[in-house]
Antibody, heavy 121, light 109 residues
């Protein structure tokens, strides 16, 4: 069973870059039938899809975040990462990583436990 | 703001049937399959229903999904106290964006 674990700074200053990593265990991120996603959730609010990366390195991003987001992967460490630039308080949220299945549109499971990132000076 | 509309709350007594609706448009639900996620308090979301009406392994058959046109529904029959959670619908959109509903909080009275 694939397991995911997010990690990264819990506090980021406004205008700086948020960087998070999702470590994957129990399976290789190079498997072609999977893709790897980031989703976030502000406190007390709903879920927002950020983007995804395929084992080929191809990416898709939420159009509303596309200009600030980069998702990359490190196959040697079996992990993938999120970079979000020019953050503001509106980017304060719990950030989750999750695995998708290429042949099942919208499948996202399992998820990591999530990591809270606050944007504040 | 979400493009998938859900009623903010639903409730029922143990054993009752509760239905949650999700309304979209021709650019998302009208063209693509719907998935449902359950988020228990303080935990990460979990996939509950995929491809409109399919249950992943381990999900009780009390949970069922359906889709018609640009709307979808999640039904919980034989409501149990452990079903108290937030439920989100989701679907791909024409803009290549995976959109979630605003979420429905289910309360077991």
């Amino acid at each position: 069973q694939v397991q995911l674990q997010e990690s990264g700074p819990g506090l980021v200053k406004p205008s700086e870059t948020l960087s998070l990593t999702c470590a994957v265990s129990g399976g290789s991120i190079k498997i072609g039938s999977f893709y790897w996603s980031w989703i976030r959730q502000p406190a007390g609010k709903g879920l927002e899809w950020i983007g995804r990366i395929f084992p080929t390195g191809s990416t898709d991003y939420n159009p509303s975040l596309k200009s600030r987001v980069t998702i990359s992967m490190d196959t040697s460490k079996n992990q993938f990462s999120l970079r979000l630039t020019s953050v503001t308080a509106a980017d304060t949220a719990v950030y989750y990583c999750a695995v998708g299945v290429t042949l099942i549109p919208g499948w996202l499971d399992p998820w990591g436990q999530g990591t809270l990132v606050a944007v504040s000076s | 703001q979400s493009v998938l509309i859900q009623s903010p709350s639903a409730s029922g007594t143990p054993g009752q049937r509760v239905t949650i609706s999700c309304s979209g448009s021709g650019s998302n639900i009208g063209k693509n399959t719907v998935n449902w996620f359950q988020q228990l308090p303080g935990t990460a979301p979990k996939l509950l229903i995929y491809s409109n009406d399919q249950r992943p392994s381990g999900v009780p058959d009390r949970f069922s999904g359906s889709k018609s046109g640009t709307s979808a529904s999640l039904a919980i029959s034989g409501l149990q106290s452990e079903d108290e959670a937030d439920y989100y619908c989701a679907a791909w959109d024409d803009s290549l964006n995976y959109v979630f509903g605003i979420g429905t909080k289910v309360t077991v009275l």
